[in-house]
């Protein structure tokens, strides 16, 4: 994890920079202490260094061959050094650095050599403007090592508890905030796999939208084809069997011309009644009342013009008030047209209902023949029942067929209110 590797990598350029400081932290206090006692002890060794060298002088004054004899005596009169704790050893030398006499604190002699390393003072003994004698007072640190042991310990301590709180608390907060950062990694990476996946959902919905236009277009297509062939069908059985009769009896009364009139009367007939059903398939094709009268007055119209056309018994009933889309209503006209084409062609009914419900949410239409039916299952020829169920899936909407053989078909569709058909 980078949070990881970033921790690691923090913590080995911070081990040192924290031993740095607690090496600082250990070693500045005590050394700071030291140099501040020695330079004390000293001033105060150069101090009594001179008054013993005052006291001198007067001794070296009064016997400048024998002085050197009772320079002890001199020393030890003046006891400028004793009671003095941190005043180790006096020593008088030549100016060849010889020791002439040597007085410990305790008034014991000592070796040169033997002495604890302490700051000294040193002041010259002056005869004739000349020095012939020098006075060294060394002094004893004990009491200033005591303290130094005590805050080198203290200091060390110290040190060490610094370095620890520079190396833990930084490291501490980068490894919270490395934690902090891992996990925003793994949100950003769980992000990307939710992002990755929406892109793949939606590229899919994508896809399901361009093939759904498509099969909608094809629709479109295949049901413009059903029109035409409709229209076709229209023609050829009704006009095209008018307009045939009418050549007859046109052909008749020019090779009978003493019934003439008879088959002019019968083909003034044929005319009107062909000249009838092209108004009835042009009106079929666009009820001019769409737009101008309810849909229930165009679909009750429609209903009995039926009956009159067919023979069959048919009635209309209305359920609801209120008006569809013209989009819906001319849907809605064409599924009734289908579907009482499909009674007068293969029912072999005697009666059929149409029923037709006008809802806030969604508008329904149910037709009903008293039938022989047909079995589901079975291949049916034509494409009637086909082209309802494309109309419904334009309008996002369904259909249902109810079907007994012997006992009638009942054909349902509804649709959605305030749907548009796409484009």
């Known amino acids: ?11 080995r350029q911070m081990l040192p920079l924290a031993a740095l400081g607690g090496l600082v932290v250990a070693l500045a206090p005590p050394l700071a202490f030291r140099a501040a ?36 005596k001199i020393l030890q009169a003046t006891a400028i050094h004793r009671g003095q704790a941190d005043v180790e050893s006096v020593r008088v030398a030549d100016c060849e650095g010889r020791t002439l006499v040597m007085l410990g604190a305790d008034d014991e002699a000592h070796d040169a050599e033997r002495h604890s390393g302490g700051p000294d003072g040193w002041s010259p003994i002056v005869l004739g403007g000349e020095p012939i004698a020098w006075i060294q007072v060394r002094m004893n640190p004990t009491a200033e090592l005591r303290a130094l042991t005590a805050i080198a310990a203290a200091s060390l301590l110290l040190g060490l ?3 620890l709180l520079l ?9 919270r905030q490395a934690g902090v950062l891992d996990q925003t990694l793994s949100q950003l990476k769980g992000a990307e796999v939710a992002l990755t996946e929406a892109n793949r959902k939606l590229s899919d919905r994508v896809e399901e939208a361009v093939g759904e236009v498509r099969r909608l277009s094809e629709r479109v297509v295949r049901i413009q084809e059903e029109e035409r062939r409709r229209i076709a069908r229209d023609l050829h059985d009704s006009v095209g069997q008018d307009l045939t009769a009418l050549q007859l009896e046109l052909a008749l009364a020019r090779g009978r011309p003493d019934r003439a009139d008879a088959h002019l009367a019968e083909a003034v007939r044929s005319s009107e009644e062909a000249l009838r059903e092209v108004r009835r398939v042009v009106h079929d094709l666009r ?10 007055e165009i679909l009750r119209a429609y209903v009995e013009r039926f009956e009159v056309r067919t023979g069959i018994a048919a009635s209309f009933r209305l359920v609801g008030s209120v008006e569809p889309s013209e989009e819906l209503a001319t849907c809605l006209l064409r599924v009734l047209q289908e579907a009482l084409t499909n009674v ?35 291949p049916v020829a034509g494409s009637g029942l086909r ?35 796409p484009s």
């Open 37 to 72: 006692a020695w330079q004390k002890l000293q001033g105060q060794g150069q101090v009594y260094a001179t008054h013993l060298a005052e006291a001198m002088r007067g001794l070296v004054a009064r016997q400048p061959t024998l002085w050197r004899f009772d320079a002890d």
């Open 344 to 378: 007068a062609r293969h029912a072999g009914a005697s009666e059929v209902g149409v029923t037709l419900e006008l809802g806030a949410q969604a508008a329904s239409l149910e037709v009903g023949d008293d039938g022989r039916g047909f079995d589901p299952a079975a």
């Open 167 to 175: 190396y833990r608390f930084p490291t501490r907060v980068v490894r």
């Open 287 to 296: 009820p001019p009342e769409l737009g101008t009268a309810s849909l229930p």
């Open 161 to 163: 508890a610094m370095g």
């Open 1 to 11: 994890m980078p949070g990881q590797v970033l921790d690691r990598h923090f913590a």
């Open 387 to 421: 082209g309802i169920r494309e109309r419904c899936a334009l309008m996002q909407g369904t259909m249902e067929l109810k079907v007994e053989p012997g006992g009638g078909t009942r054909l349902s569709v509804r649709m959605p209110q305030g749907r548009r058909t």
